[in-house]
């Protein structure tokens, strides 16, 4: 099993910035591939931002992409996204995830309970 934590979510204005955290107990957290997912009112949840579990290797979805940075603390158990130039159509509940390799995210995740991030415009 593993737990995920998200925090660092709230109001921001259009423009502005917000850097999520995701704490991960459990397993070996060098092992797992994380991503953060968001789901916006109405719509189904997206996956926006994937890293290895070395790091070595980022995803990004063309809605973020050059506005959003994932990143990983192997030593703290962390994963972030750094959010920059947030729009309101960034507004969502915002979730960490993990995987194994091999795994697939819509059956073999783990998640965690989401953060709101709310941009006003």
């Known amino acids: 099993q593993v737990q995920l934590v998200e925090s660092g979510g709230g109001l921001v204005q259009a423009g502005g910035s917000l850097r999520l955290s995701c704490a991960a107990s459990?397993?070996?957290?060098?092992?797992?591939?994380m991503g953060w997912f968001r789901q916006a009112p109405g719509k189904e949840r997206d996956k926006i931002a994937t890293?290895?579990?070395?790091?070595?290797?980022?995803y990004y979805s063309d809605s973020v992409k050059g506005r959003f940075t994932i990143s990983r603390d192997s030593t703290k158990n962390t994963v972030y996204l750094q959010m920059n130039s947030l729009k309101p159509e960034d507004t969502a509940v915002y979730y960490c995830?993990?995987?194994?390799?091999?795994?697939?995210?819509?059956?073999?995740?783990?998640w965690g309970q989401g953060t709101q991030v709310t941009v006003s415009s």
């Open positions: 459990g397993r070996p957290f060098s092992s797992l591939t």
């Open positions: 995830a993990a995987k194994w390799d091999g795994t697939s995210w819509s059956s073999g995740a783990y």
């Open positions: 890293i290895s579990w070395n790091g070595g290797w980022t």
